[in-house]
């Protein structure tokens, strides 16, 4: 149900983007509007308390949104408290995001690494994917403790894992078959 209710709102804000020549603008809206969401687990919490009128959601939309958001995703916002479905935001813009990105010939990476990548591996890492993909490549670096060193790369459903513990895993599978690391 939650994936219908994000594509279906996804959808419609994308479509709305398309007649509108506005897809790379509302994506960039987007972007800026979950970075607030991601820092500020008050405002999704004030947008889902009970307590709150709808009026009073609303009027918080247009004044906490209105210079980071155009009029469309201002409505867009303003239905979701309307209809009770808040709880959608960031899954509706994620998918609008996923949309704009493939009409715009962009693809996502996450790199996850032991630690923070310099801009310099980030870059290198980038033009390697500009060049597998022949596509425009954003990237974004994840730490993940579970790494001991390496890297693992996600591009949409591919996964390069070049992680230690992924080559120990496949030492130790070759060794238990009895073949060769």
Do not use: W
């Amino acid at each position: 149900m939650v994936n219908e209710i994000a594509e279906r709102y996804g959808q419609g804000l994308f479509e709305l983007a398309t007649e509108n020549n506005t897809v790379r603008e509302k994506k960039a809206q987007c972007e800026s509007l979950l970075k607030i969401l991601k820092e500020n687990n008050e405002v999704e919490l004030f947008l889902r308390a009970v307590k709150i009128t709808k009026e009073e959601k609303k009027n918080f939309i247009t004044n906490v949104f209105g210079k980071v958001v155009d009029q469309d995703i201002l409505n867009l916002l303003k239905l979701l408290v309307d209809c009770g479905r808040v709880t959608y935001i960031d899954e509706i813009l994620r998918k609008f995001e996923t949309l704009a990105n493939e009409e715009l010939g962009i693809v996502k990476a996450v790199v996850y690494s032991a630690r923070k990548l310099s801009q310099e591996d980030l870059n290198r890492i980038q033009e390697a994917l500009i060049q597998k993909t022949k596509k425009t490549v954003t990237i974004e670096n994840h730490i993940d403790p579970q790494i001991i060193a390496g890297i693992k790369v996600t591009v949409g459903n591919n996964v390069t894992d070049i992680t230690t513990k992924t080559k120990i895993e496949r030492m130790k599978n070759a060794i238990l078959k009895g073949g060769q690391a």
